[in-house]
């Protein structure tokens, strides 16, 4: 994947009203981030939106980009080889993951602990 749809990928999902099932409807339909991104004000006047949402700025996604690297992380999409099948089999998997070390490791059989963000 070029860095400028990886980018966009980033944006997109960092952008107002946009989860995993909405970026995984935007990707099917457009093809692209770019042309999501592109798409995204249209589809909210045509949703009745008075305001167009807010759109991740790119040199947002280029920092956030150039951290993760920093750190020797790597992004894997949920459309590439490397992204954990089991995870993508959710509802609602996260379209992008941040990955350091060995990502064959994610092909093995695990056992994970998942909680709340902000527990109760």
Do not use: C, Q
Request: glycine share 8%; hydrophobic share 45%; charged share 30%.
């Amino acid at each position: 994947m070029s860095d400028t749809e990886l980018i966009d990928r980033l944006r997109l999902i960092r952008s107002e009203n946009v989860g995993p099932v909405t970026f995984s409807h935007l990707m099917r339909r457009f093809g692209t981030a770019t042309r999501a991104l592109a798409a995204l004000p249209e589809l909210a006047r045509r949703g009745g939106r008075a305001k167009t949402p807010r759109i991740a700025a790119r040199e947002d996604a280029e920092r956030e980009l150039a951290a993760a690297r920093k750190l020797d992380a790597r992004v894997l999409a949920w459309d590439e080889a490397d992204y954990p099948r089991p995870l993508g089999s959710i509802d609602g998997a996260p379209p992008l993951i941040y990955v350091r070390g060995d990502a064959g490791l994610l092909a093995r059989r695990v056992v994970a602990v998942v909680g709340a963000r902000n527990a109760s």
